[in-house]
């Protein structure tokens, strides 16, 4: 008798497994059905898209002035390294963009933007009034050639 008492407690396991399986492949499914409508909505809806990876950039943004602030003690630094890299990269792209400067220009704003981006922390707390200088620089230059820009 104890022979089909642990046949009988194997199968219940089985079936109970079987069910398992199944519910987890019906959940699955479910999920990858409302996976492709997150992606058709985004594709319909750039802006989403945009702010999705925005937020995740700053996420990651704020985790480096976290460690930087414990590690090295010049978090502010690092957050006004990449406030000021935003800046640098959306004024070379309007002067792409708009095509209003001359390709020399946008050739050394790009050298100096890859410059401050090699940079660290404490390299560029060094050289900091020079890259506020720059930035001021080419956002006069854009203002008069390029039009307006915030």
Not at 49 to 56: D, E, L, P, Q, R
Not at 114 to 140: C, G, H, I, P, T
């Amino acid at each position: 008798m104890d022979i089909t008492k642990k046949e009988q407690e194997l199968q219940e396991k089985y079936v109970e497994k079987k069910w398992r399986v199944r519910m987890n492949i019906i959940e699955m499914i479910v999920w990858l059905i409302l996976l492709i409508f997150a992606f058709n909505y985004l594709k319909s809806h750039p802006a989403e898209k945009t702010s999705i990876f925005a937020g995740i950039e700053v996420m990651i943004d704020k985790v480096e002035v976290l460690i930087s602030n414990i590690r090295w003690g010049n978090g502010e630094y690092t957050k006004n390294k990449q406030q000021m890299e935003r800046m640098l990269s959306d004024l070379i792209t309007t002067m792409k963009d708009g095509e209003c400067l001359d390709t020399n220009s946008i050739t050394i704003a790009e050298k100096r933007f890859s410059d401050m981006q090699s940079l660290s922390s404490s390299q560029y707390k060094e050289r900091l009034q020079e890259f506020q200088w720059y930035v001021k620089d080419y956002a006069a230059k854009v203002q008069e050639n390029c039009g307006e820009w915030n």
